[in-house]
């Protein structure tokens, strides 16, 4: 049950995260990339929080500058699939968003830089104990930034000042992947308070690494649908009861009318098969025994108002005991 960005935030949003769910996200504990960076935080609120480690070395003066890396604004020669690194004139050394699956290759390329580089491994929460945190926030001076924007483009600059003397650049990294959490994370943090691991908060993610020794299971028959419209509403959940599909409407209301807060739906899934939505950014749903999975509810949110602001109907899946026939709309107030 969530609303998207537009314009810049929307399109950092696609680069940075595989997708905002639909369904009402369970609260990450998890430092994310917004919190440390200063991103919105319905751009980052999804963001997976994956570290691995860079740190920064200095010159044999000690002064915090960087190793020549060539021609000013010339790219570093690269392994193919490895983002260019190219130096800025004032030696700063900058990088475009990687893909995960660049992010080793990449570290490779900047320990050649003089960059000492340690990956911090993801965990499934029962094999990792980090609490996590200890990153810096966002920055007063602007030129301290690690993550610098111009318009619709963003990259990574790396200097004394984004990554200071005594902190380490971290990069996300789960040797498990595309299991687990999406997206890229990158913060920077004192080098004493790197940690040995990062927990990976993704729902079922045990499960699903489990279920890689494992011959696939068939989810059943699949039922894709657009997601509906509130006057669509009522003969799409007729429909979908008619094929078998444990579905239910709830309704939001103000305070004063219910007495339910809501809450409860699953959260983003470490195994993708198992979400709700048929890709990243997509409005079709698709329904079958992963996704909706057997004592769990297919729910959709009736908006008070059919039309304009909070009109559009919101859909997550939760526990078929916790589903509730109307949820409070705080945006209502009393």
């Known amino acids: 049950m969530s609303t998207r960005p537009s314009g810049f935030e929307d ?9 905002l769910p639909e369904e009402a996200p369970a609260p990450a504990p998890v430092r994310s990339f917004a919190r440390r960076y200063g991103i919105p935080l319905a751009v980052g609120v999804a963001t997976a929080a994956v570290v691995a480690v860079m740190t920064l070395a200095g010159d044999s003066g000690g002064n915090g500058s960087l190793p020549a890396v060539g021609p000013t604004g010339s790219p570093s020669p690269a392994a193919p699939g490895v983002p260019e690194i190219k130096k800025d004139p004032d030696g700063s050394l900058r990088f475009g968003l990687p893909e995960h699956d660049q992010i080793p290759a990449l570290a490779d390329r900047l320990k050649e830089l003089g960059v000492q ?18 990153y810096r926030g966002p920055q007063a001076d602007p030129a301290a930034e690690l993550m610098q924007g111009s318009g619709d483009a963003f990259s990574f600059k790396v200097n004394a000042k984004t990554v200071p003397p005594g902190h380490t650049l971290t990069f996300a990294w789960a040797d498990y992947y595309p299991l687990g959490e999406r997206g890229i994370g990158i913060g920077v943090i004192e080098t004493s308070k790197v940690p040995s691991c990062s927990i990976d908060y993704s729902e079922g993610l045990e499960e699903a690494l489990k279920a890689r020794s494992e011959p696939p299971k068939d989810p059943g028959k699949t039922i894709e649908i657009p ?9 799409v959940v007729r429909s979908l009861q008619e094929q078998g ?66 009109g559009t109907v919101g859909y997550g899946v939760k526990e078929t005991s916790r589903v509730t026939p109307c949820e409070i709309d705080f945006s209502l107030g009393g």
């Open 227 to 235: 997601a509906p419209k509130p006057d669509e509403l009522s003969a």
């Open 117 to 134: 580089v340690s990956l911090v491994p993801k965990r499934p929460r029962s094999q990792c104990s980090e609490l996590g945190g200890g």
């Open 11 to 19: 399109r950092l949003k696609a680069a940075l995260l595989a997708r």
């Open 245 to 310: 599909v444990s579905v239910a409407v709830t309704e939001k209301k103000p305070a004063s009318e219910c007495t339910h807060v809501g809450g409860g739906y699953r959260g983003p899934q470490a195994d993708r098969e198992a979400e709700l939505s048929r890709e990243p950014g997509s409005s079709t749903l698709k329904i079958n025994s992963k996704t909706v999975p057997p004592g769990y509810t297919l729910v959709f949110s009736k908006p008070v108002r059919s039309s304009g602001p909070g």
